[in-house]
């Protein structure tokens, strides 16, 4: 195990720390945490630390986690609910002190998750390919060879599809948990039970409920509508999907006109690829 790269995966509500073995895709040791992301920065920096402390550190660390954020100064510029303790913070820093590193990689979970999918999931050795994530955001990230595509017109501003816009409004307010609550509650009339989430929502689609059909494939038609654009310019042959709202695919298929496909586990792909990327970052080897 310990010939692995050790990894965080940071999500709104958990790490998960592991080690993994980017040559085989091999993904041990994994311990998986509660996080508390409104608290404040210290007591972040302090549950993140605890979870990679369970993990062989001599060789540094790789952290996946979400923007806004400078993957390459390891600065975090969150604003919102989730981590907005942290704005401005140099969060690489901190974890290289109170953990005793030489270093520690950053990587967008999407990107990672994106990866991970080329090296050992649906995406495996594709010349051009894409995966979007979708949970209270959207991510996303585009592959050549196996590497991101930040930059150019052939993909969107810093390869990011949730800085586009969809009939004037930011896609995110179309295609994310919020939206799809949002636009159930809408065809209801009325709000639904607290306890509604995008999952339930897929469960009453399954079961025949025609509110909880119309607001998925609603949000997935405005996602393929958005992404058919990117997709022809980019030449990307197949695209994946993960997060939490990756569930719902089985009720969505339909609506792609392209050749996509739901994940088996976005976490360990995420890990799969900041263990890759680490590699690719360092030139180390296992």
């Known amino acids: 195990m310990s010939s692995g790269v050790p990894v965080l995966e940071i999500g709104g509500s ?3 720390a592991a080690v993994v073995s980017p040559s085989t895709g091999v993904v041990e040791g994994v311990h998986r945490a509660g996080l508390d992301s409104k608290a404040d920065a210290d007591s972040i920096i302090g549950e993140l630390c605890a979870a990679a402390q369970q993990l ?26 989730k981590f907005a303790s942290l704005y401005g913070h140099d969060l690489g820093q901190s974890l290289r002190e109170r953990l005793g590193l030489d ?6 979970d999407a990107e990672a998750f994106t990866v991970g999918e080329w090296s050992a999931g649906e995406l495996r050795g594709l010349d051009r390919c894409a ?3 979708i949970g209270t955001g959207i991510g996303s990230a585009f592959l050549a060879s196996g590497r991101a595509i930040r930059t150019g017109d ?5 390869g990011e599809l949730y800085r586009t816009t969809y009939n004037d409004r930011p896609l995110e307010d179309w295609i994310s948990a ?26 009453l689609a399954r079961a025949g409920d025609a509110n909880a059909k ?53 976490e360990h792909s995420a890990l799969i690829g900041a263990a890759a990327h680490y590699q690719r970052s360092t030139g180390s080897e296992n």
């Open 131 to 133: 995966g979007i994530t």
């Open 103 to 108: 270093q520690v990689i950053f990587l967008n």
């Open 56 to 81: 062989p550190l001599a060789k540094g660390l790789a952290v996946a986690l979400p923007g806004p954020f400078d993957f390459a100064a390891g600065v975090a510029w969150y604003q919102l609910d």
């Open 14 to 16: 958990h790490v998960t």
């Open 154 to 158: 052939t993909v969107p501003p810093g």
């Open 178 to 203: 919020r939206a799809i609550l949002t636009r159930y509650a809408e065809l209801l009339g009325s709000p639904p039970p607290r306890s509604t989430g995008v999952k339930e929502i897929a469960e």
């Open 214 to 266: 119309g607001a998925l494939v609603g949000a997935f038609e405005v996602l393929s509508d958005a992404l058919v654009p990117w997709l022809e310019r980019f030449g990307a042959t197949r695209v994946v999907l993960g997060g939490s709202i990756s569930g719902a695919f089985d009720v969505v298929a339909d609506v792609f006109p392209f050749p996509v496909s739901a994940t088996a586990d976005t």
